[in-house]
């Protein structure tokens, strides 16, 4: 009962109190970019979750059954970033075979999902929260991309939603946007501290 305890403290924790976007500010290019309709920013976090998941749960697995075993931590970057080029290149052909609409729609956003450096946090905070098992690593990664799709869409349900509110000329696009980044994350900030 008490690893049932962990993994749900840890999920939670990932998800809303320690959310990557919210409180680590990481994987904020597609959080603005693609959360225009929510359509968009739903497949988006879709994407993330499956890259994020597999790319924590792998890098976990290379790094405490590898690199720490031989002493090969100095190569830690260049693994974990190869590992998540190749599980968004899996991406990239699924959605290019079944979703092509989806597919075009993400123009240059789903091949710089590499470089989303939320995903990359992730796996490097699995190093820094000194996970122990890899149930953990495969929980807490999932979290993190459920806390990116919840970001994402709720940003895209208030964007879609500020096109028919009669906002002031010198506040549309960009500026109503970012009050709104800077206003969600406020908001989550009151979760800080809850759970490690």
Do not use: H
């Amino acid at each position: 009962m008490d690893t049932l305890n962990v993994l749900l403290m840890g999920f939670i924790s990932v998800v809303l109190i320690n959310n990557l976007v919210f409180t680590k500010f990481l994987g904020i290019c597609p959080y603005l970019g693609v959360s225009g309709r929510i359509d968009m920013a739903f497949g988006m976090g879709m994407a993330v979750t499956f890259v994020v998941t597999l790319s924590g749960t792998l890098t976990w697995m290379i790094d405490n059954w590898i690199l720490m075993r031989f002493g090969l931590e100095v190569t830690r970057y260049v693994c974990f970033i190869l590992v998540i080029a190749g599980a968004v290149q899996l991406v990239e052909m699924y959605l290019r075979k079944f979703f092509p609409s989806l597919y075009e729609s993400f123009g240059i956003f789903l091949p710089l999902i590499t470089t989303n450096c939320a995903i990359l946090g992730l796996c490097l905070f699995l190093y820094l929260w000194e996970i122990d098992s890899l149930i953990e690593a495969v929980v807490r990664s999932f979290g993190a991309g459920i806390g990116f799709t919840m970001a994402i869409c709720i940003m895209a349900g208030i964007r879609e939603s500020l096109e028919l509110a009669d906002v002031p000329a010198c506040l549309k696009g960009a500026p109503i946007t970012l009050i709104t980044a800077g206003l969600l994350t406020l908001a989550f900030m009151g979760f800080a501290g809850m759970i490690r």
